[in-house]
T-cell receptor
């Protein structure tokens, strides 16, 4: 499975969009991009996933570049409850491999 | 009620003791997983099971064993606990959907905080 690179931490103002980047330059054609988040030692929570098209659900949007070497998770209106560690995972098989993720701090 | 439950939620034990962590799910999923998380790090896969008769080692299975007693139950055992097994342990489940290709939406339990003295 391809490795991912994420910034260790980011800050975002409450009510503004949070844009979390992820680089996955070694991704192969059959590998998906998944995003999870973990709020303060709780179990991780699935957010969204995509293969090559942009995706949107009730939680977030996922923008994948045309060459698929990077992606951005967008939380359109961040709230204090969105403060968490966000994991970008690239996977072609059946096993999630978690890196260190990005700590997103939403500030009022 | 929670879909994925773990017992106990917290446990303190001594070096050399045998301990079992239990996971139950009401989601009807075939696939179950055990992960551990050390402070400041991401989760690492210990064991996983795709159905009752299927058990597979993950990234860090040494020192652990598992039992899939039923579709809904997946237990993790530490035969002889050691201090570096002190960690937060998570159970997770997922469904397999034919025709969906890769499908890895996993549902996680609340975690068990284990301390080995």
């Amino acid at each position: 499975d391809a490795k991912t690179t994420q910034p260790p931490s980011m800050d975002c103002a409450e009510g503004r969009a949070a844009n979390l980047p992820c680089n996955h330059s070694t991704i192969s054609g059959n590998e998906y991009v998944y995003w999870y988040r973990q709020i303060h030692s709780q179990g991780p929570q699935y957010i969204i996933h995509g293969l090559k098209n942009n995706e949107t659900n009730e939680m977030a949007s996922l923008i994948i570049t045309e060459d698929r070497k990077s992606s951005t998770l967008i939380l359109p209106h961040a709230t204090l409850r969105d403060t968490a560690v966000y994991y970008c995972i690239v996977i072609g098989g059946n096993k999630l491999v978690f890196g260190a993720g990005t700590i997103l701090r939403v500030k009022s | 009620d929670a879909d994925v439950t773990q017992t106990p939620r917290n446990r303190i034990t001594k070096t050399g003791k045998r301990i079992m962590l239990e996971c139950s799910q009401t989601k009807g999923h075939d696939r179950m997983y055990w992960y551990r998380q050390d402070p400041g790090l991401g989760l690492r896969l210990i064991y996983y099971s795709f159905d009752v008769k299927d058990i597979n080692k993950g990234e860090i299975s040494d020192g652990y064993s598992v039992s899939r007693q039923a579709q809904a139950k997946f237990s993790l055992s530490l035969e002889s606990a050691i201090p570096n097994q002190t960690a937060l342990y998570f159970c997770a489940t997922s469904a397999f959907q034919v025709g969906q290709g890769n499908y890895n939406e996993q549902f996680f339990g609340p975690g068990t905080r284990l301390t080995v003295l």
